[in-house]
């Protein structure tokens, strides 16, 4: 393959012209050796006798030794460095006055080291940044798992506190701390029948030993889930600033052993969840992984209905926060039909908190797609803040709507008092305020952080009101601590019971007299 011409100013390699037999003239010798140079023959290694380890020897021999050229790059370089050198002054003084922009610009000083392709992303990441700072849009948060990959790789290798960092980064800590949390509250507000109730029974309604299966069931199989998601997009992640500081991206762990890690913890938590709540929790568990790490995940790359399937995943750990409650006051055989599908309609409540957390994916993630959602399109996941932006609005402001039926819906079915339905409305209106905010500016003038902190503070807001606005749990605190006269259900069943005993009574005396 015959190699490519470089031409080069005869001036800035003066030892080639010692190669010459015969004395010219300064300007022949320049010409002669500038065709010279651009001839192929140029190229042989044996014909190069510098005397001296010069730069363009070297560019020279290592462009023919290993077959690539490197003339763009030697081009580059020499333009880059004299840009630089022309601007080294103002930048230095601008780096006295900003650390912070230094260490920022620090790549584009040193460009002439970047392979070119780098040198391009830096630019673009740079001149996404400038966008970003001109239309009031600031970085969202750096991702749990990238934080806690950075803690572990300053750890010592083999030590206890890399691996078990490692292994925590796989799980996605926040993600699955919320999983576990919307589980727990959909269990603390299931409405106990007042017959279960603690000032009745003088025994806790609600099993503690099973909250504690729950939460760690439930902890596990969202961390299998997250792991699986992460073994299957490692390349993706690479292409993404949010996501390219995760365990396996930086390869500190082996694909096998995070194969290991989710195996076990999904088949740990769903065998906790069968023995220790019930067999419908289990199922619920393991269709969360399936549909996370074997639905949704594949689908990212496909079509943006995506979305939809990880907030149907979402919804689930309410769902088996309710159906572990239920089985504690089953009075049947406990199955999934009347666990989820009860007849008096008391299984309602657990449906609508599980529709809570199904809207609530959808402000949340809409905004939180939005400031990357160049490299979404990048790695080739398709989402709608980029296939369709205005729809992407559009959808975070509709499901924005829904906050105030649903705890309303949960006020109607009992769960709650109706005081929750005021407690709650000014945060679902601050929600509301950044959903329509976002809609009119499409994501731009700092419309998309708004909602995204809105949405962050939004759901354990609604989640704690909830709890404290539990139906009948004030009044039967009331009456714990102050011990006032018992309900009327209690004075019916005792009238019962009276009455009840009075005809056993009169039938044994019956029984018992003595016959003639």
């Not at 603690?198 to 939460?215: G, K, M, N």
Request: aromatic residues 10%; proline residues 6%; hydrophobic residues 45%.
């Amino acid at each position: 393959m015959r190699p490519p011409r470089c031409l080069v100013i005869a001036a800035e390699v003066p030892a080639w012209t010692a190669v010459a037999r015969a004395p010219h003239s300064s300007f022949i010798t320049r010409s002669t050796n500038r065709r010279w140079m651009s001839s192929p023959t140029a190229f042989q290694a044996t014909r190069m006798v510098a005397t001296a380890p010069l730069k363009g020897s070297v560019f020279f021999l290592s462009n023919r030794i290993f077959e690539r050229s490197n003339c763009l790059d030697f081009l580059i370089s020499r333009r880059a460095n004299s840009g630089i050198s022309s601007t080294a002054a103002p930048t230095s003084a601008s780096e006295i006055a900003n650390p912070a922009v230094s260490s920022s610009s620090e790549p584009t000083q040193s460009d002439s080291s970047l392979a070119p392709h780098r040198r391009r992303q830096a630019q673009r990441r740079e001149k996404a940044a400038a966008e970003a700072a001109v239309n009031g849009e600031k970085p969202l948060p750096p991702d749990a798992s990238s934080v806690l990959t950075t803690q572990a790789a300053a750890q010592p290798s083999n030590s206890f506190r890399r691996t078990f960092t490692t292994f925590l980064s796989l799980s996605k800590p926040r993600l699955t701390v919320l999983v576990v949390l919307t589980a727990m509250a959909s269990y603390a507000i299931y409405p106990v029948p007042e017959l279960l109730a603690p000032s009745t029974t003088e025994t806790p309604s609600l099993s503690p030993l099973t909250l504690l299966f729950l939460t760690t069931g439930t902890a596990l199989c969202s961390a299998s889930a997250n792991a699986l998601n992460m073994l299957y997009e490692p390349a993706t992640d690479a292409k993404m600033s949010r996501t390219r500081n995760r365990p396996l991206v930086r390869r500190l762990i082996s694909t096998r052993s995070a194969a290991a890690f989710a195996i076990l913890a999904g088949a740990t938590g769903v065998g906790a969840l069968f023995f220790g709540v019930n067999p419908t929790v289990s199922f619920l568990g393991l269709s969360n992984i399936v549909l996370y790490a074997g639905v949704y995940t594949p689908l990212k790359a496909v079509t943006v209905f995506n979305t939809w399937i990880g907030a149907v995943v979402g919804g689930i750990p309410p769902l088996m926060g309710w159906a572990a409650a239920a089985g504690e006051t089953a009075t049947r055989d406990g199955s999934w039909r009347e666990l989820l599908f009860a007849s008096d309609g008391s299984s309602i409540g657990g449906w609508v908190m599980a529709g809570l957390l199904f809207a609530w994916q959808f402000p949340h993630f809409m905004a939180l797609s939005w400031p990357i959602r160049e490299e979404y399109k990048a790695a080739g996941l398709r989402m709608l803040c980029w296939t369709n932006p205005a729809r992407n609005a559009r959808v975070a402001l509709r499901y924005s709507l829904v906050f105030i039926p649903l705890c309303l819906g949960l006020c109607a079915s009992g769960v709650t008092e109706w005081s929750f339905a005021v407690t709650s409305l000014p945060i679902n209106a601050w929600l509301l305020r950044e959903a329509v905010r976002f809609w009119r500016f499409e994501g731009h003038k700092g419309s998309a952080r708004g909602l995204f902190w809105a949405s962050v503070w939004h759901l354990p807001g609604v989640m704690i009101l909830a709890v404290l606005h539990k139906k009948g749990m004030w009044s039967r605190a009331w009456r714990s601590i102050f011990g006032e006269e018992e309900g009327e259900w209690e004075e019916e069943e005792l009238d019962e019971m009276v009455i009840m005993a009075a005809d056993h009574s009169g039938d044994q005396l019956q029984d018992t007299k003595p016959q003639r």
